[in-house]
């Protein structure tokens, strides 16, 4: 059987690639060639936009915080002229000192003759300080702890005094004539001449301090154990002002106005 010989026509090498004929290569040479271009044009503007969008933020943020800068520095400047001027006309409409003390640290702290008027005392450690004879009046004095405090000849008048710690605190000729004391530990405190007329005070407290209450205030001239109603049952009627329904005397006991019944015969009853 005779072979029929085929001859085949040589490749023509496309780009010096022997392997690629010319219709195949020419496609990915022009495909190739878009694709670089395209490449190209990109780069170009990929780095300009990431080079202007920081640069204009960065424009933005600062000068937002210049402003905020700018706004709290006048803030804190108005603030502290503020308490500057409070504090040389004596506080608010020139009726209060604008003294903040809140938790500070006043242990045997000496400040005599001061004037302290709607100051703030909050939760202020003043054990074994002197204020005698300083003006508390209209001031704020929750949670102090004042053991062995000396208020003698103070005027805390209007004060507000909840939870407040005076155990043995001096209160001698003190005036605390509508001040706040519920909560409050007196246990121990001398309050010899001390005026504690229209003062909210627990019934246990209160009862505490009548059994050994004297003296009559020199300014006011209020006996001690008449601010306190020491043996009038008709005040001591209501009980505890920070727990009225746990103190208060039984319904029975009362009569129309609230007061207790002479009738039932228990209004002295221990």
Not at 3 to 32: A, D, E, V
Not at 127 to 144: I, L, P, Q, V, W
Not at 191 to 215: H, M, N, P, R, T
Request: aromatic fraction near 6%.
């Amino acid at each position: 059987m005779a072979l029929t010989s085929i001859s085949l026509l040589p490749i023509k090498p496309i780009n010096n690639n022997p392997t690629c004929c010319y219709s195949c290569c020419s496609n990915n040479t022009r495909s190739s060639t878009i694709l670089s271009k395209s490449t190209a044009a990109l780069s170009k503007l990929q780095p300009q936009k990431h080079a202007t969008e920081p640069k204009k933020w960065r424009g933005l943020v600062s000068t937002a915080l210049a402003a905020a800068v700018i706004a709290f520095s006048s803030d804190f400047s108005a603030l502290a002229d503020l308490n500057k001027f409070e504090a040389d006309i004596r506080g608010e409409f020139g009726i209060g000192s604008a003294a903040q003390y809140g938790s500070a640290d006043l242990r045997k702290a000496v400040h005599t003759n001061e004037n302290f008027r709607r100051a703030n005392f909050t939760s202020a450690d003043m054990r074994e300080s002197d204020f005698s004879g300083s003006t508390f009046n209209g001031a704020y004095m929750e949670k102090a702890v004042a053991y062995k405090a000396n208020f003698s000849g103070a005027d805390l008048s209007d004060t507000l005094m909840d939870r407040m710690v005076l155990n043995e605190a001096n209160l001698k000729d003190a005036v605390l004539v509508r001040s706040v004391l519920t909560r409050s530990d007196l246990g121990g405190a001398l309050i010899e001449g001390a005026d504690f007329s229209d003062a909210v005070l627990d019934l246990l407290q209160k009862q505490a301090l009548c059994k050994y209450a004297s003296g009559t205030n020199p300014t006011t001239g209020v006996s001690t154990r008449t601010s306190l109603g020491c043996g009038n049952s008709r005040r001591n009627a209501y009980g505890t002002p920070s727990s009225p329904l746990l103190s208060a005397p039984a319904p029975k006991l009362l009569d129309r106005d609230g007061f207790c019944d002479p009738a039932s015969g228990l209004c002295d009853a221990k």
